[in-house]
């Protein structure tokens, strides 16, 4: 599988994270993408979005920035859901 995530480039076009978030991020939604179970995608989905939910509390970043983590987030979790259906099915 393709690990889109492990890159070092942008997140998202546009996005600014101080250094070090970037790279957490990455390492947040690689767990999603290359986890091996629906109920594993939904764990790693839930820690990211804790992790921006943690931000937001702190006041960290605007409310636009935080709305495309958890864009960016609930899209990772949703290929991979999908994934692994179509990878359930194709085996029955």
């Known amino acids: ?16 994270l101080p250094a070090g978030w970037a790279d957490q991020f990455r390492k947040l939604l690689a767990r999603i993408e290359n986890a091996d179970t629906p109920v594993n995608c939904l764990l790693a ?6 992790v921006v939910e943690g931000l937001e509390l702190a ?28 990878g359930a099915r194709d085996n029955n």
């Open 1 to 16: 599988m393709a690990e889109r995530y492990r890159n070092t480039g942008d997140l998202l076009p546009g996005l600014v």
């Open 45 to 50: 989905q839930e820690r990211a979005e804790g």
């Open 59 to 86: 006041k960290a970043r605007d409310a636009a920035t935080l709305e495309r983590l958890y864009l960016l987030i609930g899209g990772a979790a949703s290929v991979r859901l999908q994934q692994l259906e179509r």
